[in-house]
């Protein structure tokens, strides 16, 4: 069974920078073929995805963060990590990571779509404020 946990989460002003993890237990190196996510919703907004990162390792990212925003995975540690980098207001939000290992996600289906992660964690809040 798997199951996902973030932490990391914080405070931070405009323009700074903050990490957050997600450490993934129940991930079997055996699995060849997966998608990782990161998500996050903002106060009285739906949960919109921001990035992902396939079991190749190649990532892709919606507009809104690309440039700033940076996720990489740890395939011994287990770990999915989103580097934030000259974070706005906007970016205030609880953020949560996301696992398909079923299988369907992968090398070339693997995106920020919600109905494609079956495994999700709590959420960590990031709050960007002066």
């Known amino acids: 069974q798997v199951q996902l946990a973030e932490s990391g989460g914080g405070s931070v002003q405009p323009g700074g920078s903050l990490t957050i993890s997600c450490g993934i237990t129940?991930?079997?190196?055996?699995?060849?073929?997966?998608?990782l996510g990161w998500f996050r919703q903002a106060p009285g907004k739906e949960r919109e995805g921001i990035g992902v990162v396939d079991s190749d390792g190649s990532t892709a990212y919606v507009d809104s963060v690309k440039g700033r925003f940076t996720i990489t995975k740890d395939n011994e540690k287990k770990t999915l990590t989103l580097q934030m980098t000259r974070l706005k207001p906007e970016d205030t939000a609880m953020y949560y990571c996301?696992?398909?290992?079923?299988?369907?996600?992968?090398?070339?289906?693997?995106?920020?779509?919600?109905?494609?992660?079956?495994?999700w964690g709590q959420g960590t809040q990031v709050t960007v404020s002066s």
């Open positions: 996301a696992a398909d290992f079923t299988g369907e996600g992968g090398p070339g289906n693997c995106g920020p779509w919600d109905d494609l992660f079956g495994d």
């Open positions: 129940g991930w079997r190196t055996t699995w060849r073929k997966y998608c």
